[in-house]
C-alpha cells in the first residue's frame, strides 16, 4: 500500500461556491484518476473540522491541496502556515469567485488535476493581518476594509434568510453596496502609512492584495505580483454609487488605472488606522464571522515573503 507520504491528501469543502461545489464531486474524482494523480480525497463537515483535517494532513503527507473557494484555501493556508509544516499546497478552485486560482491559470478542474499530476512547485508570498504584534490571519490574496468588507458580510446575511437569493451573488452584491451607501457606513476615514508615505482621505474601498484579481475576476491591481515580496494597495476614494458602478465596470479589463478617485501603493507592510471603527475581510472571510466581526481602529498588513510552496 503507498504511504501517505506518496499521495496528495484533497480536502473537499462540500459548501464552497454557495453550496453547488458538490455536484462537482464526481467530475474531480474522476478526472484525477485520469490524470492518475494518487490522492485521498476527505469531504469536509465544518470550518472546524476543516482547520482540524489541515494540521492533520500537513503532518502527514507530501502535498495538500484544497477543494473550495477562496475562502477554504485562506483557511488553509492559514493553518499550515500556524503549524510550520513544509508541505507543498493544491488549489481546486470550485468557488464562487475563484479569484485566487485565477491569479496562477488554475481556474478550471482540469488545469488543477494537471498542476497536481505535474507536482511543480512554485515559492510565493503570502499577506498577514497583525494587531499589537499578533498574527490574526494568514492570507494568499487579499485583506479588505470597507465595501469589501461590507458587502462581504451582508452577503453572509442573505444566504443565511434567503439562500435563493444568494445564488445570484452579483445581484446581492449590487445590494450589499445600495445598503452600505444608505448607511453611510461607507466611505472610511483611513490613514495609511507605508514605508515613509501616508495616505489619508475617506475611501470606499482600501484593498490590500498579493494578487491581480478581485470580486469575481476583476482585475483590480494589475501590476500586483506573488512572489515579490511586498503587497499592493488600492484605494478607491469617495464617490457616488453610480461612479463606483462605472468603475467597476472598468476593472473587469483593468481600466480603471489612472481614474482620479483610484490610488495604488506598494510596501513590504501597510499600517492602517481610523477613529471609527472597521471591519476586515480577508479572502472571503471576516476576521471574527460574519456574526460576530472584530472591529479595529489600527491594524498592520505586510506581506510574508517565500512562505508558500504552491503547485502549478
Known sequence: MTAPK???AILFNPSAGRGKALEKKDRLERLLREWEV?????????????????RECASRYR?????????????MIDEITRSGAEVDF????????NDVAREFD????????RALKRG???????????QDGE?????????????????????????????RLAAFQSVAGTLGIIRAYRRKEVPLHLTVLSEGQRQEGFYAVANFSNIRFWATGRTLIPSAQPDDGRLDGCLIGECSFLRLARLALLARKGRHVGAPEVEFLRAPAFEISSEQAFEVQ???????????????????????????????
Not at 494518487?38 to 489541515?54: G, I, Q
Not at 502535498?63 to 483557511?75: K, L
Not at 493544491?90 to 469567485?97: D, E, Q, V
Open 106 to 113: 488554475l481556474h478550471g478542474l482540469e488545469k488543477a488535476c
Open 38 to 54: 494518487p490522492f485521498d480525497l476527505m469531504v469536509t463537515a465544518s470550518e472546524k473540522n476543516l482547520r482540524a483535517l489541515t
Open 135 to 163: 498574527v490574526l490571519r494568514y492570507f494568499i490574496g487579499q485583506a479588505n476594509i470597507g465595501l469589501g468588507a461590507r458587502v462581504n458580510r451582508y452577503v453572509e446575511e442573505i444566504s443565511r434568510k434567503w439562500p
Open 282 to 312: 480577508v479572502d472571503g472571510e471576516i476576521i471574527g464571522g460574519s456574526r460576530t466581526p472584530l472591529f479595529f481602529k489600527a491594524i498592520l498588513v505586510r506581506a510574508v515573503p517565500q512562505a508558500l510552496r504552491l503547485i502549478c
Open 6 to 8: 506518496d499521495r496528495i
Open 90 to 97: 493544491g488549489l481546486i478552485a470550485l468557488g464562487s469567485s
Open 120 to 130: 511543480r512547485t512554485r515559492p510565493i508570498d503570502l499577506g498577514a493581518v497583525e
Open 63 to 75: 502535498a495538500v491541496a484544497g477543494a473550495g473557494g477562496d475562502s477554504t484555501f485562506h483557511i
